[in-house]
């Protein structure tokens, strides 16, 4: 049953990954992939508990999305493999960018949502040792959504696809993940209420 659900997992995220390299098939290759591989990874450790990777990984996604961002609005970007001196600043400058460049989306919205983000994987102690908490479940999920509502609108500002299609790809990425089980006060309780008791108990182990 678990090398069924690991091929599973794996097809999923490769249709996911697939599916978004067609969504964002107008943005320059060296943005593209580094969107996706950070975007997917953070999905990924966050659906595998792991929320001081999702932190990293948030990083990294934020870091990308600047350097796009600078391309696009001033045709000039931090090249990759230099340090970003100071990202929330960086996302400033953006938002000063003549309105006739961009839409304010790209502009102004998105900068202060990848600042906001960045400075919880840093002050939460989520990428970094000495944050005044310790990487947890509602950070993570924090960080999941804000970088999912990112990435979907620049989709629906850059994508390549029909209407439809954007916004079928907008509503599957923007779905929230319920977890299976739920854990509080130290007990546990298995959600999916469709599995016969020996399932329930399989997935408790």
């Known amino acids: 049953m678990y090398e069924r ?11 996911n990954e697939l599916a978004l390299e067609v969504a964002l098939k107008n943005i ?30 948030a990083g990294k996604f934020c870091e990308t999305m600047l350097r796009l961002l600078q391309d696009r609005l001033t045709g000039v970007s931090t090249p990759f493999g230099q340090k970003i001196g100071n990202l929330e600043n960086e996302c ?8 006739t460049v961009a839409p304010e989306s790209l502009r102004v919205m998105i900068p202060r949502a990848l600042a906001f983000l960045y400075t919880l994987r840093n002050k939460r102690g989520i990428a970094h040792v000495g944050g005044d908490v310790d990487a947890n479940e509602i950070d993570a999920v924090a960080c999941i959504r804000i970088a999912d509502w990112c990435l979907c609108e620049l989709i629906r500002v850059v994508h390549a696809l029909s209407l439809e299609e954007a916004q079928a790809l907008l509503d599957a990425i923007a779905v929230r993940q319920i977890p299976q089980i739920w854990t509080v006060v130290g007990k546990k309780r298995v959600l999916n209420s469709s599995l016969d008791y020996k399932s329930q108990t399989l997935l408790l182990l």
């Open 28 to 57: 320059p290759k060296r943005f593209r992939q580094r969107i996706i591989e950070s975007y997917v990874g953070l999905k990924s450790a966050f659906a595998e508990g792991q929320y001081d990777v999702c932190g990293v990984r």
């Open 92 to 99: 400033s400058k953006l938002e000063r960018t003549p309105v």
């Open 5 to 15: 659900k690991t091929r599973m997992d794996s097809m999923s995220t490769r249709a």
